[in-house]
């Protein structure tokens, strides 16, 4: 019988490997409609009579469980930043304490989502149309990711491992980059996943003057 150190251990790789696991993520019938819907116009495009027809159900049947329009977006706009953010973090600790690796790990995190799940990480584009507290509950979580990869960029260049002047555009650069990439990425096309996420480590660790470590 193993010693809950060993179980301990054995949690912990196991969140480690499942962050660059991404399973066809779950949504409801009305998420997963109302994401199709703001995926294909827009949400000021998109009414909520369009997303009833698509889930053939009323508009009253809709609105039971969700209260309106925006009520949809911020479901799937948290629950597209809230995994982002967890793996964000597994990634951050499955780096230990290198740097390097840790930034390498956050990027490809970042990455296999953003083309893994381009959909619903394109949809983020839509957050300007939220209501100002909803808006700020949404940066709130967005804040946390560039927390983490703020926080590497600085330790990394205390270390030396780095080479940077302003971490806080850095990171900010970083992040613009790697969210750049549902606007132009295809499942269809000829980079996978897996080789997108690695291209962009390396930029990622050319940014912060880390290339001669790769």
């Given at each position: 019988m193993g010693s809950s150190t060993d179980?301990?251990?054995a949690a912990e790789e196991a969140v480690a490997a499942d962050w660059r696991t991404l399973e066809p993520m779950e949504l409801t019938p009305i998420l997963s409609a109302s994401l199709d819907a703001f995926y294909e116009?827009?949400?000021?495009?998109t009414s909520v009579r369009e997303i009833a027809r698509r889930v053939g159900v009323t508009v009253p049947a809709l609105y039971y469980h969700h209260e309106n329009k925006e009520g949809l977006l911020i479901a799937l706009l948290e629950l597209s930043t809230s995994d982002v953010l967890w793996r964000s973090h597994a990634a951050d600790t499955d780096g230990g304490a290198d740097p390097v690796q840790r930034l390498s790990n956050v990027i490809e995190a970042i990455v296999l989502r953003m083309t893994m799940r381009a959909r619903l990480a394109a949809l983020e584009g839509e957050a300007r149309y939220l209501s100002?507290?909803?808006?700020?509950?949404?940066?709130?979580?967005?804040?946390?990711?560039e927390q983490i990869v703020r926080q590497i960029v600085e330790e990394g260049t205390e270390s030396g491992a780095?080479?940077?002047e302003d971490s806080a555009e850095t990171t900010r650069a970083l992040l613009g980059m790697c969210q750049s990439i549902p606007r132009w990425y295809h499942s269809e096309g000829t980079l996978s996943p897996p080789e997108v996420a690695k291209k962009y480590v390396k930029i990622a660790l050319k940014m912060v003057g880390a290339s001669h470590r790769t």
């Open positions: 179980d301990t251990v116009t827009g949400f000021h495009g100002p507290e909803n808006r700020q509950r949404y940066r709130a979580v967005r804040k946390g990711i780095f080479d940077v």
